[in-house]
């Protein structure tokens, strides 16, 4: 049996940049890697099929770890089948990329597995028909996102810890970008241009959450009153970054509603992973 972590990530801000013809919206982010992990395990079976324990509220079909799967299927050169168990701890729904990241995990390994011999630029290619925030996790290295969110251009970001709020809703990202007002012209800008003021970088989608969600807009004045919070991705989490003068457990105590106290990481733990 092989364990291993799958990590979420954080949205350093969000801007929409234009709209495709085919009705995808073109953006730029910044994607930090942190250390909230999913774990999943893959155990070999002698039967033929997939079976994935852990997530019984979503569909086998619609799975991203099953899709995952069977992407690799036609490639695999030592097929078995596979139980592949997923403990739970990156919220659903929340812009943290643990769906994004259970399905670049299962690319990773089930790659060595089957031995399907493909190249990591092979796996980020499969993974953004997954969802565009796969191939981030399958190169496991921060990054500067342009195009949907699959063109990456891999940076250096300094170790910060980080405060993450999870409001008790469900975001729909549907429901964000059918909004009139949201803003898809915002003038696109360098990564130079953030490291000099990281505060003119915020999240179009920010506002419309606050508006649409009241959970949401209670969360982000109770991280404000601390640092400056900020909405990552489209979903429901908000954040600010640690600094040596809050009272880091008094905040985490009396969030109103799930907090999480969580380091940046330079790396995903599975950036060099190799079936042992």
């Not at 241009?193 to 982000?220: C, H, T, W």
């Amino acid at each position: 049996m092989i364990r291993v972590p799958s990590p979420a990530k954080l949205n350093l801000f969000l801007h929409i940049t234009g709209r495709r013809e085919n009705g995808y919206h073109e953006l730029q982010s910044i994607f930090q890697l942190i250390d909230l992990y999913d774990w999943l395990e893959f155990e070999p079976l002698q039967e033929d099929h997939i079976q994935i324990d852990g997530l019984n509220n979503v569909d086998l079909e619609q799975n991203l770890i099953y899709k995952a799967t069977q992407m690799l299927k036609p490639f695999a050169q030592h097929f078995t089948g596979l139980k592949i168990k997923i403990e739970k701890n990156i919220p659903m729904g929340a812009g943290l990329g643990g769906g994004s990241s259970n399905a670049a995990t299962t690319l990773i390994v089930v790659n060595q597995l089957w031995q399907c011999g493909l190249s990591i630029e092979q796996l980020a290619e499969l993974g953004v028909k997954l969802g565009a925030d796969v191939p981030i996790f399958v190169h496991g290295q921060n990054a500067w996102a342009e195009g949907i969110g699959e063109h990456l251009t891999f940076i250096d970001l300094d170790q910060k810890q980080y405060i993450v709020l999870k409001p008790d809703c469900f975001i729909s990202t549907q429901l964000l970008f059918s909004q009139k007002t949201l803003t898809r012209n915002t003038k696109p800008s360098k990564f130079c241009a953030y490291q000099i003021k990281p505060s003119d970088f915020g999240n179009n989608f920010e506002p419309l959450a606050r508006n649409l969600y009241p959970e949401v807009d209670e969360a982000m004045q109770y991280l404000d009153q601390f640092g400056v919070a900020k909405l990552t991705g489209t979903g429901a989490c908000v954040f600010t970054e640690v600094t040596a003068e809050m009272h880091v457990d008094e905040i985490l105590k009396h969030s109103p509603c799930k907090a999480y106290l969580v380091n940046s990481l330079n790396e995903s733990p599975l950036r060099h992973f190799k079936v042992q």
